[in-house]
């Protein structure tokens, strides 16, 4: 396991040393162009969580900081997904069982990373490659649902965080209205060992709960489809 994590770490320091140097590359330009962009996901699981899980679904977003033409950026990327989700319901007391409360818990994985983006201007077409480093939070959350509707309470079961990186790219084909433009893309998430829980993985212990964890590596394929705000016509000046 040491290995691994070392391994990991120094994945994620070249990825940052990489992005350093782009960062470098983007100071030194006298004007530089803005990226934003928002997108729905859906992952497919591998390692330990593609064990336990089947697919997972979410949003995730992205900006970037680029030269004037977009070819050369850095991009902080970003995604959460739900990969796994249960429901427990109880009888409100003094129903007769007509009311339920129910408590629903939640298995998350999230992603953050930092890292560079290469982009070949086509006409009509932007294909980009991009890698990044970062973190991956993975965490089991429940809520307390009123038969109102509405969570009164909720408590956080079990995290951990580790060392995430891996790469993606895609195609950004631009629309009418200036400067909006369709995203379609794929990126690899690759952790380093974390310890998670996925449905079924909280058992009664007493008067509570007790978390039985899995270990290993939550790595996700993500499959993306967004739109993308970019005005590289009006950079700028910094």
């Known amino acids: 396991m040491r290995v691994r994590s070392c391994s990991a770490a120094t ?13 470098g590359t983007l100071m030194a330009s006298p004007v530089l162009a803005l990226e934003g962009g928002g997108t729905f996901v ?9 064990e336990q899980a089947d697919v997972a679904g979410g949003v995730g977003g992205h900006l970037l900081y680029a030269t004037p033409s977009g070819k050369l950026g850095l991009r902080l990327d970003g995604s959460v997904l739900l990969y796994g989700s249960e429901t427990l319901r109880i009888p409100v007391a003094g129903t007769a069982g007509r009311l339920n409360r129910e408590i629903t818990t939640d298995n998350w994985v999230a992603q953050l990373g930092l890292g560079p ?3 070949l201007p086509l006409r009509g077409a932007r294909p980009y490659v991009h890698g990044f480093a970062g ?16 969570a009164s309470r909720s408590s956080t079961n079990y995290d951990d965080t ?15 209205d200036h400067g909006l433009s369709i995203d379609l893309g794929v990126r690899y ?45 009006h950079p700028t000046r910094h």
Do not use: C, K, M
């Open 11 to 23: 994945n994620v320091l070249i990825g940052w040393t990489g992005g350093l140097a782009v960062l």
């Open 42 to 50: 859906l992952g497919a699981p591998h390692g330990a969580l593609g």
């Open 117 to 119: 983006q290469l982009v």
């Open 135 to 150: 973190l991956s939070y993975l965490s089991t959350e429940s809520y307390l649902v009123d038969p109102s509707g509405f």
């Open 162 to 176: 580790g060392f995430a990186y891996g790469g993606g790219g895609g195609v950004v084909v631009p629309l009418r």
């Open 189 to 233: 998430v690759r952790t380093s060992s974390v310890r998670f829980l996925a449905e079924g993985d909280l058992s009664p212990d007493g008067g509570g709960v007790r978390p039985v964890p899995h270990r290993g590596q939550a790595n996700v394929v993500e499959f993306r489809l967004g739109l993308v705000f970019s005005d590289y016509s």
